[in-house]
C-alpha cells in the first residue's frame, strides 16, 4: 500500500449493491483489496453507477486504466459529493475491492487525493428521532400513507436486507442477502425440496442471474427492497391506490379499494405485480394479489416462486416515521405451507423521490 495516504483527503465510501447491475457481491470481492495511484482521466457521472478512470503507471512505464466505481450519483449527491469533487489531471490513490471478473476494475473504499485536498466528506451516522409524531390522517378517517397534507416525503429502505419466516431467530445475511452462513437456509422458508436448490443455487452464485441486474421490474415483496423508495398514492374518487417505486425503472403498481372481489389466478394476466385488491381493516391495509408471473425473485437473496403464488400483505403505519410491512406468502407449488415475513420501514421526510432508470452503466465502456 503506498504510505502516504494517511496525508491525504480521503473519500470514505460505503459498500453498496448498484440495482441495475448485477449485485455488489456477484461483482466484486469483498475479501480482496487493492491499492493504486494514479492520474484522473475522466469522470463519469451518470445513471445508475458514477466511475473515475484512473490511468495507473508501473514500474516499467506501461500505463493502464482502471475503472474506479464510486456510488450511485443520487445518493452521493445527497451525502453533499458532486461529480466536481474529483478533477481530470489530479493524482490519487485509491483502494478498494477488485472485481470478481478479469478486468481493470474496483469498488472504491477510499479516494486520497495527493495535494491534501478533501475529496469528499464522509455523511455523519444519521440519528434516528425518538420523537414519533402520530400518522397522519385522510379525509375518510383511514391512517394515510403518504405524507401529512402540506408536507413531502417517500418511504426508504427496509431495515431487513431479506425476507425470512417470522420465527424470532435473527438470521445473519449482507446487503443483496447473502446468507452469512448456508446452513440457515432451512431457517429462510419452509422450501419444497426444489425450492430449495434453486435458492441455494442463486446463493452459491452470488445472485449472478437476479434478474434485477438485467433491469427488470421488482415484483412481490422485493419492490419494498430497492434503493431510492417509494411512495403511496391514494385516489378514492378512482378507488385505488398507487404505489410508485423511485428505483428500477419508475415502476407502478395499482392496488384497487373499490370493493371489488378478487378474480381467480386463471383470470388475471400474470404480471410482476400481480392483480392487487385491497381493503382497510381499522387502520391497517390489507392487500391480497395473485395473477404474478415467474419472471421475478420474490425477495433480495433470490427466493424463488412460480405462478401459484398468492400474496397476502398488510400496511400500517404506528406513527409518522414507520411503516409495518407484513406479508404472507402462499405458494404450494414452492413452500410446504403459507408463512410470514415482513420489516419496518422509515419515512424520509421533506423530500421527493428522485429520478432514477435502470439502465447500461458506463462500466462495459470503461472496463476494458
Same mark, same amino acid.
Given at each position: ?19 441495475a ?52 450519483p443520487l445518493?452521493l ?41 478533501p ?22 378517517g ?6 401529512p ?8 429502505l427496509?431495515?431487513?436486507?431479506g ?37 441455494e443455487?442463486r ?12 433491469? *427488470?421490474?421488482? @415484483? =412481490? ?6 434503493? &431510492? ?6 385516489? !378514492?374518487? #378512482?378507488?385505488?391506490i ?22 381467480q ?13 385491497g ?18 425473485? *420474490?425477495?433480495? @437473496? =433470490? ?6 403464488l &398468492?400474496?397476502?400483505?398488510r400496511?400500517?403505519? !404506528?406513527? #409518522? ?9 402462499d ?10 415475513g ?14 432514477y ?12
Open positions: 500500500m503506498w504510505k502516504g495516504a494517511a496525508a491525504l483527503g480521503l473519500l470514505a465510501l460505503t459498500a453498496w449493491s448498484a440495482p447491475q448485477a449485485s455488489f457481491s456477484a461483482t466484486y470481492d469483498q475479501d480482496r483489496r487493492v491499492d493504486f495511484r494514479g492520474v484522473v482521466i475522466s469522470v463519469e457521472w451518470v445513471n445508475p453507477v458514477a466511475f473515475v478512470l484512473v490511468a495507473v503507471t508501473d514500474l516499467t512505464g506501461t500505463v493502464t486504466n482502471w475503472a474506479v466505481e464510486v456510488g450511485n445518493d449527491e445527497r451525502n453533499g459529493w458532486t461529480r466536481s469533487a474529483v478533477r481530470i489531471g489530479e493524482i490519487v490513490t485509491v483502494e478498494g475491492h477488485p472485481s470478481r471478473a478479469e478486468r481493470r476494475q474496483v469498488f472504491a473504499t477510499s479516494i486520497a487525493s495527493g495535494a491534501g485536498r475529496l469528499f466528506v464522509t455523511p455523519k451516522t444519521k440519528q434516528v428521532s425518538t420523537v414519533r409524531p402520530p400518522a397522519p390522517r385522510g379525509p375518510d383511514h391512517v394515510s400513507l403518504g405524507p397534507p402540506g408536507k413531502k416525503g417517500y418511504w426508504g427496509a431495515n431487513t436486507n425476507l425470512v419466516e417470522n420465527t424470532g431467530a435473527r438470521i445473519a445475511m449482507n446487503t443483496d442477502g447473502l446468507l452469512a452462513n448456508l446452513g440457515d437456509i432451512d431457517r429462510v422458508a419452509p422450501f419444497l425440496p426444489w425450492a430449495r436448490a434453486v435458492y443455487h446463493q452459491l452464485s452470488r445472485l449472478l442471474d437476479d434478474p434485477l441486474a438485467r433491469c *427488470l421490474p421488482p @415484483g =412481490g415483496p422485493r419492490q419494498f427492497q430497492t434503493p &431510492h423508495g417509494f411512495q403511496f398514492v391514494d385516489q !378514492p374518487e #378512482l378507488g385505488r398507487l404505489v410508485l417505486l423511485g428505483g428500477g425503472d419508475r415502476n407502478w403498481r395499482v392496488i384497487h379499494t373499490d370493493g371489488r372481489s378478487q378474480g389466478p386463471a383470470e388475471v394476466v400474470l404480471t410482476y405485480y400481480g392483480n392487487s385488491v381493503r382497510w381493516e381499522k387502520d391497517t391495509l390489507v392487500v391480497d394479489s395473485v395473477g404474478f408471473n415467474e419472471k421475478f425473485w *420474490l425477495a433480495n @437473496g =433470490g427466493l424463488p416462486h412460480t405462478e401459484a &398468492h400474496l397476502v400483505e400496511f400500517s403505519r !404506528p406513527d #409518522l416515521n414507520t411503516l409495518k410491512y407484513d406479508v404472507t406468502v405458494d404450494p407449488r414452492t413452500y410446504t405451507r403459507p408463512w410470514t415482513g420489516w419496518t420501514i422509515e419515512w424520509v421526510p421533506d423530500r421527493e423521490i428522485q429520478e432508470f435502470c439502465e447500461e452503466s458506463v462500466e462495459s465502456a470503461l472496463a476494458r
